[in-house]
């Protein structure tokens, strides 16, 4: 397959709560991006990690990303009911074309 | 600055019949991409344009679906026959020049259901 494996498919937690979802990938990497996606907004860019970075930081997001072991993950702390969505990961194949992964879906319960 | 915007935002046609789809781009962004995202799936690229140029079609099925960007601004894209398969949402997106550093900014989605 030419995506990514993200993990888990779908996570269920309570508002306040910490998300964390992971992403694997098997060709080396420029730079790695995270997306979101609800039926509200549509398809979002959250955050982009280069391949030179460990770690960033955007608000509540926290992405890192281990080149060693071609893998990232996103951490959203305290969530919220609005963090409710499909959060995909996205690597860059080639000079420009984006490679999305399947995809977790977050649920926040109240 | 207003977003990417995509049109129909729904279409429901029986196999075999035509249908396109209408992209209109954020003003000034020279990349335009069209990707295919089946239910429960990531989007898949289905083919970028550079200005009016095709920058990759590798995973366009081009015996079925044609796009087009004559003026390097707006575009639509065609699928003629259509199949149950290609039952999916279709999104278009820009970006600034098209660079592996840049962000893809997305349109609402134009979603299809072939019957």
Known sequence: ?110 | EAGVAQSPRYKIIEKRQSVAFWCNPISGHATLYWYQQILGQGPKLLIQFQNNGVVDDSQLPKDRFSAERLKGVDSTLKIQPAKLEDSAVYLCASSILGGSQETQYFGPGTRLLVL
């Open chain 1, 1 to 110: 397959s030419q995506q990514g494996e993200e993990d888990p498919q779908a996570l269920s937690i309570q508002e306040g709560e910490n998300a964390t979802m992971n992403c694997s990938y098997k060709t080396s990497i420029n730079n790695l991006q995270w997306y979101r996606q609800n039926s509200g907004r549509g398809l979002v860019h959250l955050i982009l990690i280069r391949s030179n970075e460990r770690e960033k930081h955007s608000g509540r997001l926290r992405v890192t990303l281990d080149t060693s072991k071609k893998s990232s993950s996103l951490l959203i702390t305290a969530s919220r009911a609005a963090d409710t969505a499909s959060y995909f990961c996205a690597r860059i194949q080639g000079a420009q074309k984006l490679v999305f992964g399947q995809g977790t879906r977050l649920t926040i319960n109240p």
